[in-house]
């Protein structure tokens, strides 16, 4: 691979555990395997209190992207993500040499070199892990609490999309990993500013039958929609959460859901239509739009609407205050 000994390896913006910990044990398995050095970037934040607990843990692997990684790198590494996603931070006019991947296969990927997209697993951690496994590397216990944590907050404990080789991966993977530090991790403190934006954003939630929708206003990190829908799918009775947000100029959008069949990608994607980007998994998904000149409040009622209408929620259906 020309340029090998520059390779940026790239998740998607804001990373998450399975993210952050794919990326490493991909610069883990080429170091070991290929004696090639690679750097780890990323876009955005680390926000969630647990996500950056994690980094904390690990090290801090991870460095916020310059305009110099991008433009040194011979080759770029796509983890989590995938070209086209409007997620990443790879340029229109660059081409990855390597993407891995656990979304759905975007035709983008098409023209990477080496692409392993295989979006009927859980986690992308689980496809580095087979990979450690195939090069008989064992993982040290960071590295395997890492991906451990990310296929558990993936599938949710292996309770939401896993597959046979999430499983087998969670399981081979448990024995080795650092307790005390999984446990500090996920009970990562939270400051007073987390619980006073949580309340706002309960006293905003409307409850549609089961269509719950929450509508945060301004968000100091863009992973809140995200981790607000993971709580609100906790609400008894709920097949359907939409929560929305504005952050640096973005309407971000964040879909889950308890349907059978999943189709979470596919209504994050109806919602935001050709005004932005979007995509996901059958159970969990989002999106983000730029709010150029319209008000964050007025875009959301609009999105809110499109997601009632999918839904087919009567339209007699008046949301009721959750608080």
């Given at each position: 691979?020309?340029?090998?000994?520059?390779?940026?390896?790239?998740?998607?913006?804001?990373?998450?555990?399975?993210?952050?910990?794919?990326?490493?044990?991909?610069?883990?398995?080429?170091?070991?395997?290929?004696?090639?050095?690679?750097?780890?970037?990323?876009?955005?934040?680390?926000?969630?209190?647990?996500?950056?607990?994690?980094?904390?843990?690990l090290g801090y692997p991870l460095q916020r992207l310059t305009g110099?990684?991008?433009?040194?790198?011979?080759?770029?590494?796509?983890?989590?993500?995938?070209?086209?996603?409007?997620?990443?931070?790879?340029?229109?006019?660059?081409?990855?040499?390597?993407?891995?991947?656990?979304?759905?296969?975007?035709?983008?990927?098409?023209?990477?070199?080496?692409?392993?997209?295989?979006?009927?697993?859980?986690?992308?951690?689980?496809?580095?892990?087979?990979?450690?496994?195939?090069?008989?590397?064992?993982?040290?216990?960071?590295?395997?609490?890492?991906?451990?944590?990310g296929i558990k907050t993936d599938t949710m404990g292996l309770g939401?999309?896993?597959?046979?080789?999430?499983?087998?991966?969670?399981?081979?993977?448990?024995?080795?990993?650092?307790?005390?530090?999984?446990?500090?991790?996920?009970?990562?403190?939270?400051?007073?500013?987390?619980?006073?934006?949580?309340?706002?954003?309960?006293?905003?939630?409307?409850?549609?039958?089961?269509?719950?929708?929450?509508?945060?206003?301004?968000?100091?990190?863009?992973?809140?929609?995200?981790?607000?829908?993971?709580?609100?799918?906790?609400?008894?009775?709920?097949?359907?959460?939409?929560?929305?947000?504005?952050?640096?100029?973005?309407?971000?959008?964040?879909?889950?859901?308890?349907?059978?069949?999943?189709?979470?990608?596919?209504?994050?994607?109806?919602?935001?239509?050709?005004?932005?980007?979007?995509?996901?998994?059958?159970?969990?998904?989002?999106?983000?739009?730029?709010?150029?000149?319209?008000?964050?409040?007025?875009?959301?009622?609009?999105?809110?609407?499109?997601?009632?209408?999918?839904?087919?929620?009567?339209?007699?259906?008046?949301?009721?205050?959750?608080?």
């Amino acid at each position: 691979m020309d340029g090998a000994n520059r390779l940026l390896i790239l998740p998607h913006n804001d990373p998450d555990p399975d993210a952050i910990a794919s990326a490493i044990a991909l610069r883990h398995l080429l170091a070991e395997r290929l004696s090639i050095e690679s750097h780890i970037a990323y876009k955005g934040i680390i926000g969630r209190a647990e996500n950056r607990a994690l980094v904390r843990y690990l090290g801090y692997p991870l460095q916020r992207l310059t305009g110099s990684d991008l433009r040194q790198a011979a080759t770029v590494a796509l983890v989590d993500t995938q070209p086209g996603a409007g997620n990443n931070a790879l340029p229109p006019t660059y081409t990855a040499a390597i993407v891995i991947d656990h979304h759905p296969w975007r035709q983008a990927t098409a023209a990477v070199h080496f692409a392993d997209v295989r979006s009927d697993v859980g986690a992308t951690s689980t496809i580095l892990m087979e990979y450690l496994q195939a090069a008989d590397i064992e993982p040290p216990p960071a590295l395997a609490t890492a991906l451990f944590y990310g296929i558990k907050t993936d599938t949710m404990g292996l309770g939401r999309g896993a597959s046979q080789a999430d499983v087998a991966a969670y399981f081979y993977l448990q024995p080795q990993i650092d307790i005390g530090a999984l446990v500090e991790i996920e009970r990562a403190q939270v400051s007073a500013d987390y619980f006073q934006k949580l309340d706002a954003a309960l006293h905003e939630t409307r409850v549609y039958d089961s269509v719950v929708i929450s509508y945060m206003g301004l968000m100091h990190r863009p992973d809140m929609a995200a981790e607000m829908a993971d709580l609100l799918m906790r609400l008894e009775g709920t097949r359907w959460v939409i929560c929305l947000g504005a952050y640096k100029g973005e309407l971000i959008l964040a879909v889950r859901t308890r349907n059978p069949r999943g189709g979470a990608g596919n209504l994050a994607q109806e919602i935001v239509g050709d005004q932005g980007t979007a995509g996901g998994h059958g159970t969990m998904a989002g999106g983000q739009i730029a709010l150029k000149s319209q008000e964050p409040e007025q875009m959301a009622r609009q999105l809110s609407q499109r997601a009632l209408e999918y839904l087919k929620v009567m339209p007699d259906i008046a949301g009721k205050p959750l608080l």
